[in-house]
């Protein structure tokens, strides 16, 4: 089960300084989402409203437990892996501030709050399952007044995530806000989080309206990385969660993966890892 919503047209501020809401996302989970980030100004909130799994993220691993809420903002890599039995289900909404505002934020509290948390995992004691209920209701419908209902939704739902931190006990705000390029990151990285298996430089550069030249320009400014390393990176972090978390052969892994070849899949996961598949799957 998926119900998806993007394109949305949503903007709204918060403190002042303009956000664009990219998506927003009710599924439950019956796939691993691989190890991925997110680029400069982009954060995902997550509500994990019931079910189970596991979270990978900054190199430790988190069990998700229904009423759990994290939020993973630009650079953090991770990974969501649900349960076999009862998987999690989740709201998501991916947000990106605005780049080439003006006027200075430095005196909001709040703003410093939101922005400067690149990670933070926890259990929810805000009410935030009303707020994103509400959320996908408005989006459903679609009554009159929905996008500005939508917009008050997003600055409560970031408010009652700021509020979580500080009842955790996280009242110091390290990060400071940042710029972003305008442009495409979001499509690049939806693309290779669920299309490794036969991605496409020029597919990629049809869906973001440029050349493949200057998709390969985005690539190296966004990521400092081609194409290709693009691909590899997605393939092998596919590889690795299904090699930990599931019981599938490994020429099946080197099939739902896109690779033709088992023989090219195990010369490039040892070059990638620096060890074998088997010796990987049996560290797990």
């Known amino acids: 089960m998926q119900i998806r919503y993007s394109d949305l047209d949503i903007h709204f501020q918060f403190e002042g300084v303009c956000f664009d809401a990219l998506s927003m996302v009710l599924e439950r989970f019956e796939r691993v989402i691989p190890m991925h980030s997110h680029g400069e100004g982009c954060y995902e909130l997550h509500y994990i409203s019931e079910g189970y799994g596991k979270l990978t993220a900054e190199g430790r691993v988190y069990e998700i437990t229904p009423n759990t809420l994290f939020v993973t903002g630009p650079h953090v890599e991770h990974e969501q892996t649900p349960a076999r039995e009862n998987p999690m289900e989740e709201y998501c909404v991916y947000l990106r501030q605005r780049s080439n505002q003006s006027g200075s934020v430095e005196e909001s509290a709040l703003l410093l709050a939101f922005l400067g948390t690149s990670f933070w995992l926890g259990q929810d004691r805000q009410g935030m399952k009303r707020l994103m209920t509400e959320l996908f209701d408005e989006l459903k419908t679609r009554p009159v007044g929905y996008r500005k209902q939508a917009e008050l939704l997003l600055s409560q739902i970031i408010i009652c995530m700021i509020r979580n931190y500080e009842s955790s006990g996280k009242t110091e705000w390290s990060g400071q806000t940042r710029s972003q390029d305008e442009g495409r990151s979001l499509l690049i990285e939806e693309y290779f989080l669920y299309e490794y298996q036969h991605p496409s430089l020029k597919e990629l550069a049809d869906r973001l309206n ?7 320009r985005l690539l190296q400014k966004f990521y400092g990385k081609s194409f ?52 990987y799957r049996k560290g797990r």
């Open 210 to 216: 440029l050349s493949e030249r200057q998709t390969q």
């Open 228 to 279: 290709i390393q693009k691909k590899v990176d997605a393939r092998m972090n596919a590889a690795a969660v299904l090699l930990k978390n599931t019981d599938q052969s490994i020429t099946q892994i080197a099939g739902a993966l896109g690779y033709s070849s088992l023989e090219h899949f195990t010369a490039e996961f040892g070059k990638y890892y620096g060890m074998s598949l088997r010796r």
